[in-house]
């Protein structure tokens, strides 16, 4: 399965255009520093947050501690999109990856928003309809049992032209596609051994795409 639906692990630059209106609602930018949480699973809270600067790592975890990233946030998004809906509890994690800059909002405000400006509510339509496309890529990705296609689906997805450097770490990836780092290590050295990748420092350069698609296709799911 490879995609060709515009569908994209990163959010980032959707809410630009409004950066003055929520800086006109929200207190000034706090700073979190790298490894932070913002919000956890499971907490109650009808505040929604803007991420003016850094990058934020939504994610999902289980009783055995394993953990599941789902999107990577990063300038001019919008985190915390399930405290949209007053009083029920937040689904997913939310943790700087980087040091961060956030305003906070709260829902209603964000409903103010949308009654107001006719825009701003097509573009958060638009955002959470970019969101759920990709979460459905994502629950299809997932119901394949090669990890060695999930990377490859994953890959295939978000590196689209233009920079070509996958700045994630093993590790991140394995997070990312539900797999061990072991696993992930091994198919790296298979794409390193077929000229698709070649590493630079944490992560690595995707040098053939269409290389890795046809290697794809080639694998029973």
Not at 61 to 75: F, I, M, P, Q
Not at 160 to 182: P, T
Request: proline share 3%.
């Amino acid at each position: 399965m490879t995609n060709s639906s515009g569908v994209s692990y990163f959010f980032k630059g959707d809410f630009l255009p409004y950066r003055g209106a929520f800086e006109r609602r929200c207190p000034p930018p706090m700073k979190l520093h790298k490894g932070m949480c913002v919000s956890k699973s499971g907490e109650g809270r009808d505040w929604m947050y803007y991420l003016c600067r850094g990058t934020l790592r939504v994610y999902a975890g289980n009783c055995e501690g394993n953990e599941r990233t789902v999107a990577l946030l990063g300038d001019d998004s919008l985190a915390g999109l399930d405290c949209f809906l007053p009083g029920e509890t937040s689904i997913m994690t939310i943790a700087c990856m980087t040091d961060c800059w956030l305003m906070p909002i709260q829902n209603n405000a964000v409903e103010d928003m949308v009654r107001e400006d006719a825009s701003f509510a097509a573009t958060l339509v638009r955002y959470y309809c970019k969101v759920m496309r990709q979460l459905c890529f994502d629950a299809a990705n997932q119901s394949i049992n090669s990890v060695f296609l999930r990377l490859g689906n994953f890959l295939l997805t978000n590196w689209d032209g233009g920079d070509n450097r996958v700045r994630l770490s093993q590790q991140e990836l394995a997070y990312a596609v539900n797999s061990s780092r072991a696993s992930i290590s091994r198919a790296c050295r298979l794409l390193k051994q077929e000229g698709i990748i070649a590493t630079e420092g944490v992560g690595f350069r995707l040098l053939d795409r269409e290389g890795l698609r046809r290697l794809c296709e080639r694998v029973p799911q």
